[in-house]
């Protein structure tokens, strides 16, 4: 059974520019034991997928479709069931770490609350977190240490070490590297390819750095303007890309000779009628603008654009 | 943290010094002039320039402001902030016998405040713009927009007049003290449930309360363990402000309850010229001020370690 199974889901939200459809038909699934990236552009919905899983989104938020944890819907679970859901169920390492530490707690109680969370009391409970902050590179001397004492990187490794010490089913990590410096960046992607737990917890690594994607992840998805345009294993869709907007991102990495991709994308108040990423498109035809594309699916890749598909 | 501490005690004594030299400078200003009151006090209303001069020249008004100031602070540090003019009465002891009162309304009234606007200001934020909201915010606008002299008269209506259950004037036991401790408290509650609220509002917000949440926690734990200290810290700066005020004397409800504290002899001895009375009053009032200010610096020091942390580096 896969431990997440997300089915057609869609978010949107109410704005003063209109409904925001920040998810649109996202189908996909993560094996036990999986490390799965979703790749996209910042601003694409990306992280309001994250969240969605967690029912982490403001009460104004409006969901269809299925996402379920277990086999058990989330979309449609009540407050203690997401008590359960959230934490030992799914965790969530989140983005920008500076805002997310409480500024007036000490990184060890933060760590401990979690293990108080699983019945542990605080003396025992704060052992354990020292050592699980040991275990991602926080120095011993430093766990009564404040958030603000630390680096970006720092304050990551102690998001991780949070998110580690719920012990989840799912793991997601939310732009871990966002904002961070080349060698914070390295020693982050180092970590989180040392947490990975290939039996049992599966993880969602969630960015816009396809590099860091491609040497983590298992099976990649690229996600565009809400809609996921293109999933497959990471050999695949690294090394053959197929979705032109997949092709544009691979094309603008920097061993690639920042080829940019020119424009940027829609808005999600106002998304064309056709295909979305179609004003972009090299490949464009007459056709991409009046229909949606389907997803197509062909030797285990999924691909959104029937023009590059057709045989 | 201590060198934060010893940082803030040493600017407590500049600002200590700045209070004794605008008390000074203020009374010598202020028109009216003293040899006159204190020769009416010797020899009556029937005076002579004569008599007004003796009294000038005895007690140094003659010497210059620099020579008065440094008598006046050197008698000050003994303790000794001279005679009432009017009944001749040791200023230290009269201010004494008046602080008792002043605190224990002071802390009476600033109890209620906090037991009261907390609760109530985290009630309405975890249920922003639901009934309870409504109706926390309504009843905090209605009591912050009431006078204190005139919540004060209506309470004494209802519990004095009406009801005749409480005392409407003077102190003595606890019945005197609760209608001006609810007078000061209900108004600074209602000033306070509205900072609480938009706190507590901005800080549910913050990405820390997504991580709370994120983990499982529940709704009482989130709030108490990762929002409340956080919410306090801009309330505190206000709360400090409110107990500055009142313990330098709650002027206004002190007078319309003849409560006997330390604002009561401030307005009491405006009243009369009594100047020496009214410099001592001016200066504990503002000395007061001062130290609960810091008191107030040092709270937030205490509470929020980046502030202990950028000033010690």
């Known amino acids: 059974m896969s431990l997440l199974e997300v089915e057609g889901l869609s978010v949107s939200f109410p704005s003063s520019d209109g409904l925001v459809r920040a998810n649109d038909g996202v189908s996909f699934t993560i094996a036990p034991g999986e490390t799965f990236g979703i790749v996209g552009e910042t601003g694409c919905g990306k992280t309001v997928l994250g969240r969605a899983l967690l029912r982490l989104l403001p009460d104004s938020a409006m969901y269809t479709g299925r996402a379920a944890f277990r086999g058990k819907d989330i979309l449609s679970m009540k407050e203690d069931e997401l008590k359960e859901l959230r934490g030992r169920g799914i965790a969530m390492v989140m983005q920008n770490p500076t805002l997310s530490l409480n500024p007036l707690m000490r990184v060890v109680d933060q760590v401990a609350e979690a293990y108080v969370l699983q019945g542990m009391d605080w003396k025992v409970a704060r052992g354990e977190a020292g050592r699980k902050l040991y275990h991602v590179g926080i120095p011993r001397d430093r766990v009564r240490d404040y958030p603000h004492q630390f ?21 997601i990590a939310d732009e871990p590297t966002k904002g961070l410096d080349g060698e914070a960046r390295e020693n982050i992607l180092r970590l989180l390819g040392s947490i990975r737990d290939h039996e049992g917890r599966g993880t969602m690594l969630i960015t816009h750095d396809l590099r860091a994607a491609a040497g983590l992840c298992d099976r990649l998805a690229v996600m565009y303007a809400g809609e996921l345009v293109e999933i497959g294993s990471t050999l695949d869709v690294i090394g053959e890309p197929r979705h032109p907007y997949t092709r544009a ?19 999600l108040t106002a998304l064309p009628r056709g295909c979305r990423f179609c004003p972009r498109c090299a490949w464009r035809q007459e056709d991409c603008v009046t229909g949606r594309p389907e997803m197509v699916e062909a030797e285990d890749r999924q691909v959104r654009c029937p023009v590059v598909m057709r045989p | 943290m201590i060198a934060y501490a010893l940082k803030r005690l040493v600017l407590l004594g500049f600002i200590l010094f700045g209070i004794t030299l605008l008390t000074f400078g203020l009374m010598h200003m202020a028109p009216g002039d003293p040899a006159f009151t204190i020769a009416e006090g010797r020899y009556g209303t029937d005076l002579t320039p004569e008599q007004v001069e003796q009294v000038r020249a005895e007690e140094g008004f003659d010497d210059g402001w620099w020579v008065q100031y440094q008598k006046w602070v050197s008698h000050l540090l003994e303790l000794d902030m001279g005679r009432s003019l009017v009944t001749y009465k040791s200023v230290t002891s009269e201010i004494a016998a008046r602080i008792p009162y002043t605190f224990v309304l002071a802390f009476t009234a600033s109890i209620i405040t906090f037991a009261t606007s907390i609760p109530l200001g985290i009630a309405s934020a975890v249920r922003k713009g639901r009934r309870q909201d409504v109706a926390v915010r309504v009843l905090s606008l209605v009591a912050a927009s009431m006078p204190n002299f005139w919540l004060g008269l209506l309470l004494i209506w209802v519990f004095a007049v009406v009801l005749g259950v409480l005392p409407s004037f ?12 609810f007078t000061l408290g209900i108004s600074m509650a209602a000033i306070n449930t509205r900072l609480v609220r938009s706190a507590m509002i901005e800080v549910l917000s913050q990405e820390y309360i997504a991580t709370a949440r994120m983990k499982g926690l529940d709704d009482w734990t989130i709030i108490s363990r990762h929002g409340l200290k956080n919410a306090l810290l801009p309330v505190l700066t206000f709360a400090g402000l409110q107990l500055g005020f009142l313990l330098g004397g709650a002027v206004v409800v002190e007078t319309v309850f003849s409560w006997p504290g330390i604002g009561k002899l401030l307005v009491d001895s405006i009243m009369v010229k009594d100047f020496s009375m009214i410099q001592g009053c001016v200066l504990v009032i503002g000395a007061t001020f001062a130290i609960v200010n810091i008191g107030v610096d040092l709270a937030y020091a205490a509470i929020d370690p980046r502030i202990r942390w950028d000033v010690d580096a």
């Open chain 1, 151 to 171: 680096s970006g990187g720092m304050k990551q490794r102690v998001m991780i070490a949070i998110a580690l010490a719920l012990n989840p089913g799912l793991l």
């Open chain 1, 249 to 267: 991102l691979l094309g603008s990495r920097p061993e690639s000779g920042f080829e940019d991709l020119p424009g940027e994308g829609p808005p």
């Open chain 2, 170 to 181: 003077g102190a003595g036991g606890v019945a005197h003290l609760i209608l001006p401790a």
